[in-house]
C-alpha cells in the first residue's frame, strides 16, 4: 500500500464526517459508510423517535436499527496513521473554517474561497477559480478578495446587481431602480461615484496625514521642552546641592574657627587665672607662717628678747593688686555669642529677601500644570458660584438659590448698599476666586455677559463700571450670532459656533482666564494671560430685553 504511494482520501477514509477527526472505534454501516462509534450512535439516538435511522451521508434507511460492530481494518489504519502522523492535507485542499469565505462551488466539505468574484456574485477556490482565468469572458469579471458580503451588492427588490448610485438618496441601486422609484434622480455608475469618493478619501487621508505629522512634530517639540525643563531642573538642583553644600562647608570652617579660638582663649584665661590663684595661695601660706610667728614673739615674756627678735623679722612682700583680678573671660564669651547672633540674622535677613527670586509661587506658576483639554478634566476644577444680592443692579432680579439672574421690567425695592451697581445692570458673587476654578453659564434670550473683576470696581460712573470697560474686569459679550472680548475698554470680535453655554476657567495664580463655548464639544472662545493682583468674583451683566436670564449652571 506504501510502494505505490497510494494516496490515503483523509475525508473518505480516516475521518468521520460527522466530527471531521480521525476515526475513533471506527465502524461502517451496511451502505459502507464509516462513522466514529459514538458519533453515529448520537445520531441514531435523535432519530430514534421516527424509528427509522438513516445513514448521515446517502440518507439510506435502516430497519430496524443497525447492530454495529468495529471495522477492525479501519481501526488498524487509524492506529498507524497515529503512530505515524496522518499525510498533511495537499495545499489545494485548505478546508474552509468557521471565520473563512467558503467556495460556492464545492460540494461537501468546501474549500476555502481565494478569490470572489463581484460579477459572479460568487467565491471560488483556486480549483474553480481557473475557469476566469482560462474563459475569455470570464477574464473580464472583476476578482476582489474573498467577501462574505457578495449578497449586499445585489438589489433586494429586483434581484439585479446594483452597479449605479443615486446621489439623490446616497445609496446604491440597480438600473432597474434607475428606472423606477429613482427615475429622475441625479444617478451615476457605482465605478463613477467610487471614484468621486475615492478622491475625497485620499484627500481626507492626506489632511489625516498632515496632522498626524504635525501631531507628531508637536509631540517631539514637547518631549523637548520636557527633557529641556528636566534638564534645566536637574542641573539648578545639582548646583543648589553644590553651593549650599558651600554654603554648610564655609559655615562648618567658620565653626571650627570660633570654637578653636574660644578653647584658645579660654586655655588663656585659666592660665592666667591659675596662676593669679597659686601666687595668691603661696601668699597666703607666708602670711600664716609671719602670723605664726608674731603670735609666738607676742608671748614672749621677756623684754629684751623681744626686742632683739622683733627686727629680724622681714617686711611683708606687696599684696596682688585686686586690679589683676577681674571677669574678662565672660565678657569676652558674650561678646562672641552676640556677634555670632548678629550674623546668624543677617544671614537669615539675606536668604529671606533673595529667596524671593527662587520662591515656590515662581516656580508653580513657570511650572504649572497644562489647561485641560476636556469638560471632564476642567469639572475637576468646578466652583460652585452665588450672586451676592448687595451688589445687583435694582433692575434684576434673583433666584433660584441666588444662581440666576434676570432682567426685568420694573425696579425692584433693594435696600441701599455701597456694593450695588447702579448704572450698569450687572451683579457680582459671593465668593472670591483664586487657585484654580471653573465654571459655567446658561444663557437665554439677547446679549449676556460674562466677566469676572476685582472687587473694589466702580459700582458707578456710567459705563466705565461696565464689565470690560476698565482695568479691573475682563468681560466676553455673548450676542445671539456673535461674541466679544472686552478689556479696558477694548473690543475683540470672536468667531466661533454659537452656544447657550459659556465655560470660564480660571488660573489665577498663572494668570490664566479663558472662555469655552460648551455643547458637545468644547471650544476656545478666548484665552487671557496676564497678572491678577486681586482675588477675582465672577460677574454677570444682562443688556437689552426683559426677560433675558443668566444662570450660573450646577456642576457638582
Known sequence: MAQKGVQLDRETLISCPICLDLLKDPVTTTCGH????KCIKGFWDGEDEKKIHSCPQCRQSFTPRPVLLKNTMLAALVEELKKTGPPPAPADLCYAGAEDVACDVCTGRKLRACKSCLVCLASYCDKHLQRHYDVGPLKKHKLVEPSKKLQENICSRH?????????????????????DEHKGHDTVSAAAERTERQKELEGSRENIQQRIQDGEKEVKLLQQEVEAVNGSADKAVEDSEKMFTELIRLMEKRSSDVKQQLRSQQKREVSRVKELQEKLEQEISELKRRDAELKLLSHTEDHNQFLHSYPSLS??????????????????????TAALSAVRDKLQDVLRE????????????LLSAAEPTTRAGFLQYSQEITLDPNTA??????????????????????????DRFTDCYQVLSRESLTGRCYWEVER????VCVAVAYKNISRAGGMESGFGYNDKSWSLDCDQNSYSFCYNSINTRVSAPRSSRVGVYLDHRAGILSFYSVSKTMTLLHRVQTTFTQPLHAGLRLCYDFGDTAEFCKLK
Open 315 to 336: 617686711a611683708l612682700s606687696e599684696p596682688t593688686h585686686s586690679s589683676s583680678i577681674n571677669i574678662r573671660p565672660l565678657s569676652y564669651f558674650e561678646d562672641v
Open 444 to 447: 437665554r434670550g439677547g446679549r
Open 34 to 37: 464509516s462513522y466514529c462509534m
Open 393 to 418: 443692579n435694582t433692575w434684576l432680579v434673583l433666584s433660584a438659590g441666588s444662581r440666576k439672574a434676570t432682567f426685568m421690567e420694573q425696579h425692584q425695592s433693594y435696600s441701599s448698599h455701597p
Open 159 to 179: 434581484d439585479e446587481v446594483m452597479k449605479m448610485f443615486c446621489r439623490t438618496d446616497q445609496q446604491c441601486i440597480c438600473y432597474l431602480c434607475s428606472v
Open 354 to 365: 533673595e529667596w524671593t527670586h527662587v520662591s515656590p509661587t515662581e516656580v508653580e506658576v
